[in-house]
């Protein structure tokens, strides 16, 4: 027996077919019950007046909000190293982790119907029929929030999500309402099931009012976040088919969809066919400007839309000079900025706090500090209020340069400034503790996080997973990902991607391979470099029969994708 594997005393015992179950059965925080927690009574409800709207000053773009981390190099401990402090809280949630099979715990546990069926669709089924034949054979009471927080945790995984919706459309407790058949196709469009969108909402339009703008704008934005932008025109094509009206608003959701799906072209090109028939609004030109600048760097084109707009009668906002700024700040090109500052004053027109945010933020990046701050005084001088986003961006900032007790006062002085803090601004505390290897500070924010009530996302949890990856906090890890499924937060390609990366880069390839079987049984499509990594450190550790095996896994998650169209490769990040 090779000492290396000496926790799994049975591996060698088994084939191959079973290899991956038992290092799933062994390391119990990547184990499909871990993934399944029994506590969760939080839900977040659905708005039924939700209307879907292109965002615009209070929307700040990714490279501001996104908060990247850096290496930290650290100590490596015991993997079952448990902070004294958290420990309390972790037994409190009953994840307290141990190095056995979790499945064993399950008889000890009440459980409520979510997670009764949540536990039902952890297995493995091959088709969501399958899934509704197993769901059969047990009662639950349903309810229009039970559905909403499956859905919710089954967001990436299109088979237990499309197969519990087909059960629950059936059962008498419950009429399924347009939202939650809204909520199924973004699943659907999540998982490039676009076929099954398209049918589910053929089916939605036998249902009086529940194909709605909302709706379309889910189904364009899918399509043209995966490449399909003559699919997201087609789908604009047919509102009328459903009662809607092709007016500017949904000519404005379609643009949008094109542009962030990266292609201002299509967008364009959608603008120069429409305009004659609908009516454009500054909005129309906003997105095209904002598609020219960010998307295609083609500030000459943006000016030609600015032109086009002034020809229309309508004159440019706030939102439209935020644009230019954000591409000459990404440019560096800092004097340029300050001519749009003043241009925009000689207009009348008052910097919102998106664009000092912006501004602060790209001074910050190309380290000059002293600049960024001065940002923050000139704000204050013209009596724009900071807000969530600008607060986050300041910490961010100042915490890559360093000044960790700035960071910590400035968030403890937010509630006096009349601001609270938002899941934005935790997740920049987390990440920033969590990048300076303060686990015990990055623990905290959480728990912070959650007695404020403050919803976590997948943000959340990226750097507090890269750091028990690092520090070989296996227990922590366990207990995040319990927590992280509690608060219903679906793992995604890029979660798997981390996980696999981090655990192989800190001497864990047999957990990595448990994550990675995992993710293929959970209907993804691993990358090339998430599988690349995983072999190669596999061959450096002269496990042959594993590699072989993660081959045979590859080859399983290709023949699963294959009925997918192709599409645009999905952007994850992978260090």
Request: proline share 3%; charged share 30%; with cysteine.
């Amino acid at each position: 027996m090779i000492s290396s594997l000496k926790r799994f005393p049975h591996f060698w015992c088994l084939g191959a077919q079973r290899r991956l179950y038992v290092w799933r059965s062994s390391v119990h925080y990547v184990s499909d019950d871990l993934l399944c927690n029994r506590f969760c009574t939080m839900t977040e409800t659905i708005d039924i007046n939700q209307q879907p709207k292109v965002t615009e000053s209070p929307e700040l773009p990714d490279w501001v909000r996104i908060v990247k981390e850096k290496k930290a190099a650290v100590k490596l401990e015991d993997d079952d190293f448990l902070l004294p402090s958290f420990s309390e809280w972790v037994k409190n949630e009953k994840l307290r982790a141990r190095e056995v099979d979790v499945r064993s715990l399950a008889s000890d546990l009440t459980e409520n119907d979510v997670d009764k069926i949540s536990k039902v669709l952890r297995f493995n089924f091959k088709s969501p029929d399958a899934v509704v034949d197993e769901l059969n054979k047990s009662r639950f009471f349903v309810s229009v929030c039970l559905v909403e927080q499956i859905l919710k945790r089954f967001s990436f995984e299109w088979i237990p999500s499309y197969g519990f919706f087909k059960w629950a459309k059936v059962q008498k407790d419950v009429t399924l309402s347009s939202d939650l058949y809204n909520l199924m196709v973004d699943n659907l469009g999540k998982s490039k099931k676009f076929g099954l969108m398209m049918e589910l909402l053929d089916e939605m339009s036998h249902l009086q009012g529940y194909v709605s703008l909302n709706t379309m704008s889910k189904i364009m934005r899918r399509f043209a976040k995966s490449g399909k932008y003559e699919d997201a025109i087609g789908a604009f094509e047919r509102m009328e088919e459903f009662g809607l009206q092709k007016d500017t608003s949904a000519m404005n959701l379609l643009i949008d969809a094109l542009v962030k799906g990266g292609s201002v072209e299509h967008a364009h090109k959608v603008y120069l066919d429409l305009k004659n028939h609908i009516a454009p609004s500054v909005q129309t030109y906003n997105i095209l400007v904002h598609g020219w600048c960010r998307g295609a760097r083609k500030i000459d084109k943006a000016n030609e839309t600015v032109k086009d707009m002034e020809e229309h009668g309508l004159s440019p906002d706030v939102f439209t000079y935020t644009c230019f700024i954000e591409a000459y700040c990404r440019e560096k090109k800092f004097p340029n900025v300050d001519a749009i500052f003043k241009e925009m004053q000689m207009k009348g027109h008052s910097p919102s706090v998106v664009t000092y945010t912006i501004t602060m933020k790209a001074l910050g990046q190309a380290k000059e500090l002293n600049k960024a701050l001065d940002v923050y005084e000139k704000m204050k001088q013209n009596g724009c209020v900071p807000d969530n986003s600008f607060y986050s961006s300041l910490i961010h900032m100042l915490g890559t340069s360093g000044r960790l007790k700035d960071c910590y006062d400035i968030f403890e002085d937010m509630p006096n400034r009349g601001v609270s803090p938002d899941t934005f601004t935790y997740n920049t505390m987390i990440t920033i503790a969590a990048h300076n290897s303060k686990e015990e500070d990055a623990l905290k924010f959480l728990q912070k996080m959650e007695e404020s009530q403050c919803k976590p996302d997948i943000c959340t949890y990226a750097p507090l997973f890269k750091m028990c990856c690092r520090m070989r906090r296996l227990k922590v890890l366990s207990f995040l990902l319990n927590h992280m499924f509690k608060n219903d937060v679906s793992m995604d390609l890029g979660t798997y991607a981390l996980l696999v990366r981090g655990l192989c880069r800190n001497r864990n390839p047999e957990r990595a391979c448990a994550v990675f079987e995992l993710a293929v049984l959970r209907g993804f499509l691993p990358t090339d470099t998430m599988y690349d990594n995983l072999v190669k450190e596999l061959e450096k550790r002269g496990l042959k029969e594993e590699k072989k095996y993660v081959e045979e896994l590859m080859s399983q998650a290709k023949q699963q994708a294959s009925d997918i169209s192709p599409e645009r490769p999905i952007d994850i990040e992978e260090e």
